[in-house]
């Protein structure tokens, strides 16, 4: 369509944009306790423009009733009254001019000797991004 | 009626959260641990959103908190508050130059005028893009919450809560807002699992619940957009 059919809104402001919306979903496997410091899952992709800002959502297989969401998201749940937290931290950016990264970032752990809940199960975490607004001219 | 609120991105039932600051400044640090300040003109406490890189042209560039997770900058905190933008950048000895973008939206309890920017970038409306509606609110509190949003479906939001840095190496009090930086948790309204520092979202609530973190004394705001946007 010819940008003269264009019809520009509003123009005395800036608002925000939604110049591509991503969505993955990522396996994180089952394991038992000990895993303190887990492993990172990575997803790439390119983006057309030099995005700007992002808003990010996760969803947790056991939880489809609730998101975790913001700039950036950490899904937790707490087991055994709060002593051992599954985390799964959430975090976006660019790794180059034309390259988006989502990372999830794994951990488990537990505050006390002998926690009741030793074995995570295997999860599925769904994941939404949505990037915003084109970057300002160079 | 709307039934469904994803099928309208631009309608008066929900407003577009209007920019209403723009900048783009360079940290070059002296020291390992050091504060800038930028005055930023407003008449009011803008709610930031920051992007920080190592490079003028931020080809890779990142939230600034998760960014140095990333490696993409040095670890900094940014705030904003009546009149200043602050960053505290933690170069350490490499001291290497970081570059930030801020944009910013006024608070939704501010009733005053709002000025235009101007329109050198490609912020403004056209139809090549969709639009994110946005619930803009104010609750006159830090603790956890509950906001009754009635989408139907799970909604992206952000928040931007109260926070306090003194800094005694500088001689200086921040009291100001910024991105939750710990945002996100959803947790399951009815299994009775806690959690920490959380937002929450369902198809009719957000929930916020506050972690055991220092409780702060004093009354303090919690600004939050609900967008439209299925999370």
């Known amino acids: 369509m010819s940008k003269l059919n264009r019809f520009i809104i509003n123009s005395d402001y800036d608002s925000l944009k939604i110049v591509d919306q991503i969505s993955w979903t990522v396996s994180v496997p089952s394991a038992t306790l000990g895993q303190e410091d887990g492993p990172t899952y990575d997803y790439n992709f390119t983006v057309p423009n030099d995005v700007y800002f992002d808003v990010l959502s996760v969803k947790h297989s056991n939880y489809p009733n609730s998101v975790a969401t913001g700039t950036t998201a950490t899904f937790s749940v707490l087991y055994d009254s709060g002593n051992t937290i599954a985390q799964y931290e959430v975090t976006c950016g660019k790794t180059s001019a034309t390259n988006y990264r989502i990372r999830v970032k794994v951990n488990r752990i537990w505050g006390q000797s002998s926690p009741a809940t030793t074995t995570f199960g295997a999860v599925n975490l769904t994941i939404k991004l949505n990037l915003l607004v084109p970057s300002e001219q160079q | 009626m709307v039934q469904d609120a994803r099928r309208f991105q631009y309608t008066s039932d929900y407003p577009q959260p209007l920019v209403t600051y723009r900048n783009q400044f360079t940290l070059a640090p002296t020291q390992d641990v050091q504060l800038f300040k930028f005055e930023h003109g407003l008449p009011y406490m803008p709610l930031i959103l920051v992007k920080a890189s190592l490079t003028s042209d931020f ?56 000025a235009t920017i101007p329109n050198d970038s490609n ?20 603790d956890s919450y ?25 001689g ?23 959690t920490q520092n959380n937002i929450s979202t369902a198809s009719k609530y957000i929930i916020y619940k506050r972690g055991n973190e220092d409780i702060r004394v004093g009354a303090y705001k919690t600004y939050y957009h609900i967008y439209t946007l299925e999370g």
């Open chain 2, 59 to 114: 080809a890779a560039s990142g939230d600034p908190w998760t960014g140095a997770n990333l490696g993409i900058n040095d670890a900094m905190e940014v705030m904003a508050d009546n009149k200043y933008i602050y960053v505290i950048l933690f170069a350490n000895e490499n001291r290497r130059t970081n570059y930030i973008r801020v944009i910013g939206f006024a608070p939704p309890d501010y009733d005053g005028a709002i």
């Open chain 2, 123 to 142: 912020f403004r409306f056209n139809s090549d893009y969709n639009y994110a509606g946005c619930i803009a609110g104010v609750l006159n509190t830090g």
């Open chain 2, 146 to 170: 509950e906001i009754e949003h009635n989408l139907g479906y799970i909604p992206q939001c952000r928040c931007w809560q109260h926070d306090e840095i003194t800094l005694s190496d500088f």
């Open chain 2, 172 to 194: 200086i009090d921040i009291s100001g807002y910024r991105v939750k930086q710990a945002s996100g948790i959803g947790i399951p309204i009815n299994t009775g699992v806690e």
